[in-house]
């Protein structure tokens, strides 16, 4: 497994780092500082020496940006993998994409949040743009990183089952982890009237239909080797996964984006931004 991880100096990416401790060995690891470096932001300077202030705040940022790429590798686990350094100036979020296409990786590795000329780059910004454009699996660590053992998976369908077991045979992680698969059914009624018991007859057997489909998802996992069960619950999807992710006391969420549609659409849709911040635990978006 290629794996990129990024760092910038902000705790979050620390605590990205401290991740690959439960991350299984790279074929090859590439670390990714990127310097958006600002321009002066002066009218009225002289072309020549708004030129030259540049370049000295570029090659001190350089100089900065050096000193923590040695610092991360020094601070990775011993089976992290062969391991290249690179800097690169410009937009953070294009160049991670433009490297992980470079590269070939498999999954990008990442902190919540970033520090740079805005003192701060929210979920909203740089993570939500690499969940939206990565061309791979995307971890995103948003707090401290006690262990990567207690998995939850929602599941929205059979695109979603099989983005995730192709990314799980990958082996994506350094010890035997537990799976728990969870797919939500809106709790809806019929748009014709019925009575009650009518319509407790079709969500019983609404239910019973996920709890087949999870199950035979759950065995296909059994079947590489993952100790896996599964559940299936009525109810909003966003809020069940959160409700399900703090009961599981979840280490990690493992989320798909594949067809951006009804479970799996609070990841890249319009309230993706505060359901992620809310997230008790990191969260790994696969494609």
Known sequence: MNTLLVVDGSDNAYEAVHAMKYLAQAEQLTLLHALDVPRPAYPMMVPEVAEELYRSL????????????????????????????????????????????????????????????????????????????????????????????????????????????????????????????????????????????????LEKQALESARGYIESVTERLRALGYQAHGLAVLGTPSAMILQEATNLRADLILMGTSGRQGITRFVLGSVSHALLHKMPCPVLAFH
């Open 58 to 201: 570029e090659q001190s940022m350089r100089e900065d940006g050096e000193r923590l790429l040695d610092r991360v590798q020094s601070l990775l686990p011993m089976h992290a993998g062969p391991t290249t350094k690179q800097l690169r100036i410009g937009s953070p979020a294009e160049m991670i994409v433009a490297t992980a296409e470079e590269q070939k990786a498999d999954l990008i590795v990442m902190g919540a949040r970033g520090l740079g000329p805005i003192k701060e780059r929210l979920l909203g910004s740089v993570s939500h743009r690499i969940l939206t454009l990565a061309p791979c699996a995307t971890l995103i660590v948003n707090g401290p990183v006690k262990a990567m053992k207690n998995i939850l998976l929602p599941l929205q369908g059979l695109s979603d089952a099989e983005a995730a077991i192709r990314f799980l045979q990958l082996k994506p992680f350094h010890d035997p982890v537990e799976i728990t698969l969870l797919t939500v059914l809106p709790s809806t009624q019929p748009p014709w009237p019925v009575e009650a018991a009518a319509a407790e007859t």
